[in-house]
């Protein structure tokens, strides 16, 4: 069995539009510049598309200097190219109610989201660490795990129960493999991409975010109406979920590039 590396994403700001890589930076927190950004309210709490669905039209790009975003919607006429301050005000922010801090980004900024979402808003950039509790890995403003690890066989069988296929930027995978076969990824435990070695964790239970259409922000029902019929899963706590590729943990870091072998180094 042969197994690739077929897709890699990183998301720079959480909740919007993924950037496709063909090379990524493995860090403990996960690819390098992921979801380094994020909106708030008001209040510090963080914004999704579960109450916001028109950040999925949010097309951000960082190179550690500059972060640029395209809006494919109805707002702004031109894209933020908004230079990354070297520091600024510090705020006290929340990602599911789990305190964290924030640098915030400034009023251009704040201006150019609100109008583009219409939704009073602002940016900051993480500062500080996130634990994630489990498993022994870090994030920045991503919700629990460094990495998303899900088998391009998974979506193909849950495509042949849809009436109408769907792409795979509707689960936002960091790591798309081809040849573990359907649900391959669930019977993984460990593998290896060139000098990275990842552990996969924790089966991830999926969110209203999955019935988002991530080119258009319009909300369905699927996948999670089928995929409720067959792939929910009670976790050790006792809460059940629907569930659809692997949260993963680095545990050696380098990087790895599209097309790139995978060994399993146990199941």
Known sequence: MTVVV????????????????????????????????????????????????????LRPSYDGVKLTVEFTGTGPSAPLAHAVPADGPVLDVTVHGNPCQGVD?????????????????RLVGFTGRRETGIGGGTVKFADEFPLLVVSAESLAELNSR???PLPMNR?????????????????????????????????????????????????????????????????????????????AVPRALGTINVG????????
């Open 6 to 57: 077929r897709e890699l994403n990183v998301y720079p700001v959480k909740s919007a539009g993924g950037t496709p890589l063909t090379r990524a930076e493995v860090l403990p927190e996960g690819f390098r510049h992921d979801r380094a950004f994020m909106l708030i309210r008001p209040d510090g709490r963080h914004l999704s598309q579960r109450e916001v669905p028109r950040m999925a039209l």
């Open 105 to 121: 980004q400034g009023d251009e900024a704040a201006a150019w989201f609100t109008a583009a979402l219409g939704r009073d808003c």
């Open 162 to 164: 849809l009436a109408e």
């Open 171 to 247: 689960f936002r995978p960091s790591i798309v493999l081809e040849g573990l076969g359907a649900w391959g990824e669930d019977a993984v435990r460990f593998l290896r991409i060139g000098e990275v070695e990842l552990e996969l964790v924790k089966p991830c239970a999926r969110c209203v975010i999955t019935t988002t259409d991530q080119e258009t922000a319009i909300k369905g029902r699927e996948p999670l109406r089928t995929l409720a019929t067959y792939r929910t899963h009670t976790f050790p706590d006792g809460d059940r979920g629907v569930i659809f590729g692997q949260n």
């Open 260 to 267: 790139d072998d995978v060994t399993v180094l146990s199941r």
